[in-house]
Structures are given as C-alpha cells and as structure tokens.
C-alpha cells in the first residue's frame, strides 16, 4: 500500500493497514529534502519538507506510542541524521528537521519509561523510543548518547547523500520494501 506521510489522513490509512495486528517496532524513516538554498525554494516545497519529516513522523509516533503503551510492549526506532548535527546551505529545512527528530527521540525515552513504571508492576511494560543515527567518519559521526543507537561507523560517499536513500537501497538489497 502507498499512502503519503505528510498527512494525517495518510498515516490513518497506514494504521488502518495494520487491520488490528499489533505493532511490535516502528521504524521511523519517511523523510525528504529539497536540496536549494532556503530562499530560492517555494514555501510549499518547504511546508511538505515539514510536514513529512516532522508532522507525519510525530502523528505516527504518537498514534504507534499510544498503542504500545497500552499492551506493554514495543520500540520506536527514529531515523536521526548527521544532518542534524552539521548544518548545510542548501539543506536548511531539511537539516533542521533531522536536528528536530533527534531531539525528538531523545525527549520521548522518558515519557515512555513515566508509562511504563505507571501501569501495573506486575505486568512489566517495556516500551521504549530510540533514534539511529546513521554514522560516517567525522566526530559528530562517533557521537552516541543514550537515547541513540550505535552502529560501526560507515563511510558516506556524497555529504549531500540522504540516510534516507541508503536506507532504502539497504532495504531493496534484503529483499523489503519501502510499502506494506
């Protein structure tokens, strides 16, 4: 199925997909940029940058958190950026949205670790929210903090190269989609 995460109607579509099936992992990865200097890019360029890599992806969160807090169970994985820690000319909307899905990630962990001590102790929820940022070879590549998970550093051919992209072609190359 196809639906367009730069809306909530396209993510109720989504979640409706699901047809009831629990979710045990969401894997937070929608995401665009527009690769133009701010000031030469139309506001509605700009505006579905925003909406894709922020609106859509914290409605999902939200929706997806909700639902795992109330069966006890379940993992957000965030698709954070090195964008979000180096800041580019020509990727400033997209940038700053990557900078706001790490921070994102980072401040949900203790929301969902308050719900999880909140239920019944017998029960032991474990819910839990990360971000991945996708490493290269640069200090801001080595960073990790909780809240982030730490893979091998990898070699980014093209600075301009979206996780995104990679993460699709790594997906392709295992045999998954980018649709359900």
């Not at 990727?91 to 909140?118: E, H, M």
Request: aromatic share 6%; proline share 6%; hydrophobic share 40%.
């Amino acid at each position: 199925m196809e639906a367009d995460l730069a809306t909530t109607e396209g993510v109720d579509r989504l979640l409706a997909a699901t047809a009831g099936r629990e979710i045990d992992l969401s894997l937070a990865n929608a995401g665009r940029g527009l690769g133009k200097a701010f000031i030469d890019q139309h506001f509605g360029g700009v505006r579905r940058v925003i909406d894709t890599n922020i609106t859509g992806t914290v409605y999902l969160a939200r929706k997806v958190a909700r639902r795992m807090v109330a069966r006890g169970e379940g993992r957000i994985l965030f698709t954070g950026s090195i964008a979000g820690f180096m800041p580019r000319t020509f990727q400033a909307d997209y940038n700053g949205t990557k900078a706001f899905i790490d921070s994102f990630a980072i401040a949900l962990r203790p929301v969902l670790q308050r719900a999880r001590s909140d239920m019944c102790p017998r029960r032991r929820p474990d819910v839990a929210a990360a971000c991945w940022c996708p490493p290269c070879h640069s200090p801001a590549g080595h960073l990790a903090t909780d809240g982030y998970v730490r893979s091998e550093p990898i070699r980014i051919r093209s600075p301009m190269r979206s996780p995104g992209r990679s993460m699709s072609k790594a997906r392709s190359r295992y045999g998954q989609s980018n649709r359900l």
